[in-house]
């Protein structure tokens, strides 16, 4: 029986779950390979002695060189995380002829450029579904099946760990640090959470998504971000009388011939698609100039859901050294757009501000706003005790720049006594 | 200039919509054909005379052959519907070395294996993917994307007309008469509405996702089908207090190696990804063993919608003739599982009937369930006038052969006055 074989570098929830899944549907990927076998036949782990169910520890290696030089595998799975070693073997894995498979995120990000032509130049596939969205196929999604469209707009929740506390937060009325507590002691969150609640993990996908989706190389510090860690349960209380919900989205748009790009907290409307995507799912909602709107939902993490894109792509390349037919096209950024500044953007806008309670506060908040070109849509006023008021507006759709200008002059009126927060707001209520 | 050439046959609104779709995005496939273009170069019409606003008489023609036998041609896409010609000048082209672009669910659902099998006996290709649910790319996420798993079920809203039509229903109360006249004058259903509101469409299409999920061919005489006709007002308000709502369902599922496979209206608890699914729209929810859950939303029908997944397909065949591999496997139908009969499939079950309005009546009734190993989940009795009731009931997950004797014997109790109706329910309330 002919075989392909398959060295690992990592073990962890996501690397077990590949080995996990090539058992389990075994005969099914016989079939479709015509004969050929997918077998893993070496996997670097970083202690021999963690128990690990069903792997015999005849395949483990704690020298990464067992596998990067190793005459035998064809295709080498990275899901080790990280980016230092990451990219050491998987350009060295590259260099002595492996295809590579990669789940991660952080080194697709800030080094997919280089790694994608590196596999250009040497005729290797380099696939990289699971970096974004675990289970959701979003990467073959647009690159291949709506490639007949011009993507203008993808806006994804693809953050498990702080769409499962503003869920909780949204259902619960429970503040952000309980529930965090409530995710880590679950294991949804890490025990250092700052990558997943200041919206870094979230920058990174939504990076490769542009990237794909617009043809134009988009890496981490071409993102701006805010995380979800000011968002409290007044914010979402409020949301909820406007009809809406807080999600932390990745937003990527295409207008007039450049990119925004963009992480934050959103209000978004209880009647959009990914209102409703709850705890921790993940989706991407997309526009295209021909399909009009798609939406995905399903697991964005996990061992066998992130298993479910590794073994597609592992699949795919399968099938093509099969056939003999490598043909290398990794990447597909051939445009070269400008990227806007996050305070060229426009948006609608959450304010949220505690004011003196008494008359004409309002009517100057008011004429700020107008002075900068900021109409307003709606007001909620609500009084505090110790002759205090809490103001909530939202903004019309207007520029990023004329906001921070009229917040500016806001914040320094002596009747304001803080501006609690401001958040951005996706559509029209 | 390099050119990929096509020929159309038929040019209603999705023949139009491809037209326009080439044109619009055309700078984009040049790129992505490393400088090939793609050039439509003749028409399949009825009437030369109809307008057709910028598309050039000169491409017009009312003879098939001069598209089936044009030596130019590369691509045929087959967008008339029906079966009889398609068929024919599908196998035509086929034989005179076209590859072909299908929207035709009809066709594929009853001819699908003869068509895909004539492709690789001449070496073509033979892609579909705008036969079910227009613009969203299901047979590539199955066939491809998810090729990873074992898919276990394949759920879907995928027929746009009824799930217009139950959706008024739900929100505003109108019988199915009124929106549906409604939905004609708004051109959402046909002057003849029957193979939409009989579920005969979306059983097509059922047949054409089984037969790809499960890699067994299933056609349309294997379906199970009940449309929509027998849906009243009072059914849709009884579901929403259950929290329900009822869609017309394509219902796919492999368990235990055999399929079962059927259309009916189903009552779905208001928190499943489907049941907000409004509108024209469609959306399919599937299950598999690795990625758990997925759902995609989208539009199911429309003229760019629906080019959509035709131009994917054709960029598709147009890159392999570019490349000159043409590795040609239309059908994955290797399998040859059992089909069961609805009477041997589970289900939960709800029943609406009149009944006397007198002491032991829903014991009697509820004796019979028993005596048939219909466990029951919940019940609703309404006053009516005249000294009637109206009596519903939910039962637990039971076989329908259990549920239709159960049906037959109530049916004949002197207390019963009338089933009104009994509907599928998809899950626990």
Known sequence: M?????????????????????????????SLLEGTELEIIKILVNDIKKERKDIPLSLLTLDPYEIINNKEIDVVIEVIGGTTNAEKYITEAIKNGKHIITANKDLMATKGQNILELGNKYAKLVKYEAS???????????????????ITKVMGIINGTTN????KMFTEGKSLENVLKEAQDLGYAESDPTSDVEGLDAARKIAILASIAFNRRVTLSDVYVEGITKISVDDINYAKQFKSTIKLLGIAILKDNAIEVRVYPTL??????LAKVDNEYNAVYLEGNAFGDLTLIGK???????ASAVVADLLNIAEKINKGIIEVNNCSCYLDLEIKKIEDTCSHFYFRMVVVDKTRVLSRIADIFADNDV?????????????????VILTDRVLNKDMRCARKQIENLDVVLEIKSVLNSEKEY
Chains 1, 2 share one sequence.
């Open 2 to 30: 002919k075989k392909i074989k398959i060295g690992l570098l990592g073990c962890g929830t996501v690397g077990q779950g590949v080995y996990k899944l090539i058992n389990l549907n075994k005969t099914k990927y016989v």
């Open 132 to 150: 974004v969205a675990g289970a959701i196929p979003i990467i073959s999604t647009i690159k291949e099946n709506l490639v007949s469209n011009q």
């Open 164 to 167: 499962f506390i503003l869920t």
């Open 268 to 273: 978004l409307p209880l009647s959009h698609p």
């Open 300 to 306: 964005g993490a996990g061992g066998l859901p992130t």
């Open 375 to 391: 109409s307003i849509d709606s007001v909620i006023q609500k009084k505090l005790p110790d002759g205090k008021a809490e103001l």
